[in-house]
């Protein structure tokens, strides 16, 4: 997965917010926020549910769900889509600060990776559109080095 910088800052903005609006399921949030936290990258509710019971902090998958579905209508998460049909969550940092990613067709594994002379070239070509663009995908598609092997 390579470095990822701590999502502490996201964290406790995430929790901020949402504890301002008074939602519930308080104990369930925290702990998908957390665990948003911690990987870096997206999960879907599944993996976070399973990461969650293997950490002792059992959390529901409807509650998952629902703490995903809050948080996302919240502007602090958003729901990637690598084409495979499942929904992953990532934090929005509120630097604007983001990555994409690598998919392995092989395996599934998903890399993170981010790229300034990238971005600059997206925010190039967004300027010669007549769009106001505000956001953008990448997802490269390939072999991980252990199915290229
Ligand atoms: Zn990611
Ligand atoms: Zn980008």
């Keep these: 997965m390579g470095e990822r910088h701590e999502h502490a800052g996201w964290a406790r903005h995430a929790r901020g917010v949402a504890d301002s609006v008074g939602r519930r399921s308080g104990g369930a949030r925290t702990a998908i926020v957390d665990e948003l936290a911690a990987l870096g990258c997206c999960a879907s509710p599944q993996e976070l549910h399973d990461r ?48 994409h990613h690598l998919v392995c067709v092989g395996c599934g594994a998903i890399e993170p990776f981010d790229d300034p002379e990238l ?3 997206i925010d190039r070509a967004a300027g010669r559109t007549a769009f106001a663009v505000d956001g953008h995908d990448v997802v490269l598609r390939g072999h991980c080095s252990d199915c290229a092997a």
């Design 52 to 99: 969650l019971r293997a950490e002792g902090r059992s959390v529901g998958i409807a509650s998952v769900y629902r703490v995903l579905d809050e948080l996302s209508g919240l502007g602090l998460v958003q729901r990637v889509d690598l084409g495979d049909g499942v929904a992953r969550f990532e934090p929005i940092e509120l630097t604007g600060e983001h990555h």
């Design 119 to 121: 971005e600059r070239a």
